[in-house]
DNA sequence: CGGGAATAGTTTAGATTTCAACCACGTTGC
DNA sequence: GCAACGTGGTTGAAATCTAAACTATTCCCG
């Protein structure tokens, strides 16, 4: 077995601090969301994609793309939020096969509220803290990464 | 109440992509130690973060905190671990209270061989896709979350 | 010293997530 | 047509994670 290419201390310095503040960020965010809403960050992903979506419905295999969750979370995911009323699944005329998964407006109401207290912990804690600069690349190295990820 | 601030266009992309971005990157990673190695990412985690102690040990507290885990969670994660013999655990004499948890020989070596593939990883999906420059605001970003975090 | 509050860690129960098996429908090719 | 295979989605059981309660010890302070 060949040596591996070990990361540099620059690189190894950056990738940590990656690992470990994204992860206490979004355990932050949970958290948040969870206490002030009731609502998983998941879950609150998953309101976020269908009020994008037109009609504000997605079918469920796109909705688990966007939302970066499996099928089977998704499935079961849906199925409380759908407890909830916050969204609603009915069948596909065109395919019998597919699901379509709709916000309600009890849902898209439940998203508004939450999105507002949740853009605010996005500023305090991310977006006012680095500078536009860093924040700019953060998005084109995310992008760079999603792009990769789509091939093998 | 007042309007929240949302982000603007820029922001926007930028946030999503990431949060997009390194959900995906992680379930990845994580798909890959599993397969590979029997390991998930926070079980990695907590090799490397022992692994990185003086003496190869820590007390519990201290490592829920480096590897980012609730106590709670630590403790079932560790009593796995152990179970697998990677880790064990033994009281701390100054502090009748705490637990030291060493890495064993043997999971020094499982680390070792896990590291060598997920380190390939992270370069072929992050550190080889990514400006030089990119990577180190990604450090500089996320160590300045880190900072706010570790105030309120 | 003694009692209350804080800290370290575990445990239990309940919620969520994963994994594999599964059903239903659609697509392809003969 | 129809058999084999692929896709869309759900399900149930097992694994993992969270939240709260609990034990044990240490700290603080009058």
Not at 44 to 73: N, W
Not at 93 to 115: H, I, Y
Request: charged share 35%; with cysteine; hydrophobic share 35%.
């Amino acid at each position: 077995m060949t040596e591996p290419r070990w990361l540099d201390a620059t690189q190894q310095r950056a990738w940590r601090a990656y690992v470990d503040g994204s992860a206490k960020l979004t355990e932050l965010m949970d958290r948040d969301l969870k206490t002030r809403h009731g609502l998983s960050v998941s879950e609150y992903e998953i309101l976020v994609r269908l009020s994008e979506a037109p009609g504000r419905r997605l079918r469920m295999a796109e909705l688990a793309e966007h939302a970066s969750q499996s099928r089977s979370r998704l499935s079961h995911t849906c199925a409380r939020l759908e407890s909830k009323g916050f969204v609603q699944r009915d069948h596909c005329p065109s395919d019998k096969r597919g699901v379509f998964c709709n916000l309600t407006d009890e849902g898209f109401a439940k998203l508004d509220r939450a999105a507002r207290d949740h853009v605010e912990v996005v500023r305090t804690y991310l977006v006012d803290v680095v500078s536009p600069d860093d924040l700019a690349a953060i998005g084109r190295a995310f992008d760079a990464v999603r792009a990769r990820l789509d091939r093998g």
